[in-house]
Antibody
Framework: EVQLVESGGGLVQPGGSLRLSCAASGFTFSSYDMHWVRQATGKGLEWVSA???????YYPGSVKGRFTISRENAKNSLYLQMNSLRAGDTAVYYC????????????WGQGTLVTVSS | QSALTQPASVSGSPGQSITISCTGTSSDVGGYNYVSWYQQHPGKAPKLMIYEVSNRPSGVPDRFSGSKSGNTASLTISGLQAEDEADYYCSSYTSSLYVFGTGTKVTVL
């Protein structure tokens, strides 16, 4: 059974940093692209970052230069380093497994809440 | 990258059919057959319902179907059931990036 379990969320002050983790199990982690998607309370889904099997990374303009996605295949783990956090980054952050060509997200974790506030 | 446009809400009675639209541009929805749809119940993670415009993953009821015309994709739920009440999001791949729709709340009357 595919499982994705996020951790590392919490309360952080504006300008601060936080590192999220996602523990994967039930599949060959190194063979899949992985993503982070966030959702502010009462709002829609927003794609945050992606990392390919070769370690190539992708970001939307809203987080580029502030967030860094990485993976550690030996530990079946995905990470998101978030720096220079703003109030607008407050959201539940989901880890998601992705299929490539066709492109879609087939499994999601339950999410971890990040709150940016003073 | 702007969010894809969906109606804020759609409602229907049990047994009826409803359709949710998802409008993008020729750079996303219109340019690729990589539209997917996700169902999200309150407090839960999204669940894949449709991928590659019209394909259903195993375990998704066949009352869910997808289609696309030009820059607009659609999700149709036939024979609406109480458990279909949820938020629905479309998504499109576009040149190594992904974009989601604004989301549609489906209410079963």
């Amino acid at each position: 059974e595919v499982q994705l379990v996020e951790s590392g969320g919490g309360l952080v002050q504006p300008g601060g940093s936080l590192r999220l983790s996602c523990a994967a199990s039930g599949f060959t982690f190194s063979s899949y692209d992985m993503h982070w998607v966030r959702q502010a309370t009462g709002k829609g889904l927003e794609w945050v970052s992606a990392i390919g099997t070769a370690g190539d990374t992708y970001y939307p303009g809203s987080v580029k230069g502030r967030f860094t996605i990485s993976r550690e295949n030996a530990k079946n783990s995905l990470y998101l380093q978030m720096n220079s956090l703003r109030a607008g980054d407050t959201a539940v952050y989901y880890c998601a497994r992705a299929r490539s060509d066709p492109y879609y997200f087939d499994y999601w974790g339950q999410g971890t809440l990040v709150t940016v506030s003073s | 990258q702007s969010a894809l446009t969906q109606p804020a809400s759609v409602s229907g009675s049990p047994g009826q059919s409803i359709t949710i639209s998802c409008t993008g541009t020729s750079s996303d929805v219109g340019g690729y057959n990589y539209v997917s749809w996700y169902q999200q119940h309150p407090g839960k993670a999204p669940k894949l319902m449709i991928y590659e415009v019209s394909n259903r993953p195993s375990g998704v009821p066949d009352r869910f179907s997808g289609s696309k015309s030009g820059n607009t994709a659609s999700l149709t739920i036939s024979g609406l059931q109480a458990e279909d009440e949820a938020d629905y999001y479309c998504s499109s791949y576009t040149s190594s990036l992904y974009v989601f729709g604004t989301g549609t709340k489906v209410t079963v009357l």
